[in-house]
């Protein structure tokens, strides 16, 4: 899953993004509402969590130009503000959902995995295909029922082959969902990545490549 954190109190921003990776997700940052409008418009991201009171431009309008755009993801709004009149104001202008400061970081990752789950087709809440089986949440992976241990990248591409239903997922997207906007597009950090995922997986093979387009679970 690939996440935008808009916030301009800097060491909260970067809390909040260290706190995301370590549950496998892929995130970007901005600081002011005009960064987050330019990552959005480069990127396509799951759930963008907004703070309200931002620089620059601010994070209603932020929100507002972003649902007028139809842009696909979810929007979970910050603020310090936590009065009804205040989140009711939040959502009508396009939240999806509305989380006051300060906040517990374990509801807002179960808020952000949850608008997640709405940005795309709906999937159960254990991925399972080919004796393999993913509980995000749980951040528990096993094959026939034997548990398997993956760093976090090897975890979130599994996540998004499983999430494929077994269709192709191509090298472009994998980029896309499972790591943020630093990585080199002509790595071949994808390709190793598959290969330590594959080894730990064990015999048989399940994941196949499709040569020139991309590899599918």
């Not at 997700?25 to 991201?45: F, I, K, Q, S, T």
């Not at 080919?130 to 026939?144: C, K």
């Not at 499983?162 to 980029?175: F, I, N, T, Y």
Request: proline share 6%.
């Amino acid at each position: 899953m690939r996440v935008l954190v808009v916030e301009d109190e800097r060491v909260l921003a970067d809390a909040i993004a260290t706190g995301l990776r370590r549950e496998t997700l892929a995130v970007d940052v901005a600081y002011d509402g005009a960064g987050a409008l330019e990552r959005a418009g480069v990127n396509e991201y799951d759930v963008i969590v907004l703070d309200r009171d931002l620089p620059k431009v601010h994070g209603d309008d932020v929100c507002k130009q972003l649902v007028a755009q139809r842009y696909p993801a979810r929007i979970i709004m910050l603020t310090a503000a936590g009065e009804l009149g205040e989140r009711v104001e939040g959502l009508s202008i396009g939240a999806d959902d509305y989380l006051a400061k300060p906040f517990a970081f374990a509801e807002l990752i179960a808020r952000v995995r949850a608008l997640g789950r709405r940005a795309a087709a709906p999937l159960p809440p254990v991925l399972e295909r080919a004796g393999i089986t993913l509980d995000p949440a749980r951040r528990e992976v096993a094959r026939d029922g034997r548990p398997v241990e993956l760093t976090r990248k090897e975890f979130a591409v599994l996540e998004v082959l499983l999430s494929a239903d077994g269709a192709v997922v191509s090298s472009e997207h994998l980029l896309e969902k499972a790591w943020d906007e630093h990585i080199d597009p002509f790595t071949n950090v994808v390709r190793v990545t598959m290969m330590t995922l594959r080894k730990k997986l064990g015999d048989p093979p399940v994941i196949e490549t499709v040569p020139g387009v991309g590899y599918r679970l």
